[in-house]
């Protein structure tokens, strides 16, 4: 079992920068991909980002690319979601999630946190 906890959300104005974090349980961290995604009010929950489990490779969706950057640490269970350039259609309730395919496919995510609210003004 795999417990993600989401932190570090919150409003910024457009422009802004924020940083998420989601710790997790387990000693087998570095085997899991982990990604994030999000969904926004009236919409189906997306794809943002992944990262692999020990190679570091990376996807990104193309509306975050240059400007959201996954990263992870394995030492400390946690992976984090660096966000710069926000804009006002980023807003959304962010999902942490973890999983053990490399893929963009939400269904392949065995694992989820409870999410946290990024809102950013115009």
């Known amino acids: 079992q795999v417990q993600l906890i989401e932190s570090g959300g919150g409003l910024v104005q457009a422009g802004g920068s924020l940083r998420l974090s989601c710790a997790t349980s387990?000693?087998?961290?570095?085997?899991?991909?982990m990604g994030w995604f999000r969904q926004a009010p009236g919409k189906e929950r997306e794809f943002v980002v992944a990262?692999?489990?020990?190679?570091?490779?990376?996807l990104s969706a193309d509306s975050v690319k240059g400007r959201f950057t996954i990263s992870r640490d394995n030492a400390k269970n946690t992976v984090y979601l660096q966000m710069n350039s926000l804009k006002p259609e980023d807003t959304a309730v962010y999902y942490c999630?973890?999983?053990?395919?490399?893929?963009?496919?939400?269904?392949?995510?065995?694992?989820w946190g409870q999410g946290t609210q990024v809102t950013v003004s115009s």
């Open positions: 990262i692999s489990g020990s190679s570091g490779n990376r």
């Open positions: 387990g000693r087998t961290f570095s085997n899991y991909v």
């Open positions: 999630a973890a999983g053990l395919r490399f893929t963009t496919s939400e269904g392949a995510y065995g694992y």
